[in-house]
């Protein structure tokens, strides 16, 4: 089978397909709801430190969110990407200013400058994602950066991925080095992993 053919690379041809067909007025009013039952969610309310991505004009629309945890007196953590270490450093923000930000890579945008911040004093990370799945699986755009994030020993904070219901799948091709999620929040609602269940909400 061909890097072409791999149940991964299908999974993502089939998702980019569902993101494609969302109209601009649909994405932004599924992102105001994402971002209200985030930011109405107990973990939220419990993180000091919030780190999240700085969106695609295909992904849910986290600069309501920022402001928001600015708002509430909360710390705010973007990745800065290095590219050729394959890793994140998380750096805090205080501004979503574009002239403090660059694009990197496939249209990744991330700031100029930011003081670095430790992986353990972050409570909340909003991952994103092409696709998810019921039980807390989630594809990436083949990178592994969020794995590699989620996997280090110094992170204990709740990882909450952030998505469209057009994004839902029944299953998704899973390797051992990914790392599922600790909740999932769609304009569907809130689900909650843990080890014996999924609560839903």
């Known amino acids: 089978m061909s890097d072409q053919t791999t149940p991964k690379m299908l999974a993502r041809r089939e ?21 209200s039952l985030v930011c109405s969610s107990a973990e939220w309310r419990a993180a000091g430190v919030v780190m999240l991505y700085l969106s695609t004009p295909q992904e849910v629309d986290t600069a309501p969110i920022a402001i928001r945890a600015w708002q509430e007196g909360k710390t705010v953590v973007v990745p800065k990407v290095s590219w050729d270490q394959r890793r994140m450093l998380p750096v805090e923000i205080t501004s979503l200013s574009n002239d403090m930000m660059t694009t990197t890579g496939p249209g990744i945008r991330e700031p100029l400058t930011g003081k670095p911040v430790p992986a353990g004093l972050i409570d909340l990370v909003l991952v994103p994602g092409m696709g998810f799945t019921e039980n807390g699986h989630r594809i990436g755009r083949g990178m592994g ?31 051992e080095h990914d790392v599922p999620l600790s909740m999932l929040v769609t304009d569907a609602g809130i689900l909650r992993f843990t080890t014996n269940c999924i609560e839903r909400r």
């Open 15 to 35: 998702l980019r397909s569902r993101l494609a067909g969302m109209t601009d007025e649909a994405r932004h009013r599924k992102s105001v709801v994402i971002g």
């Open 145 to 175: 950066f969020y794995d590699r994030f989620l996997a280090q020993p110094g992170f204990f904070g709740v990882s909450c991925g952030i998505g469209f219901s057009e994004q839902m799948m029944p299953s998704l091709p899973m390797l």
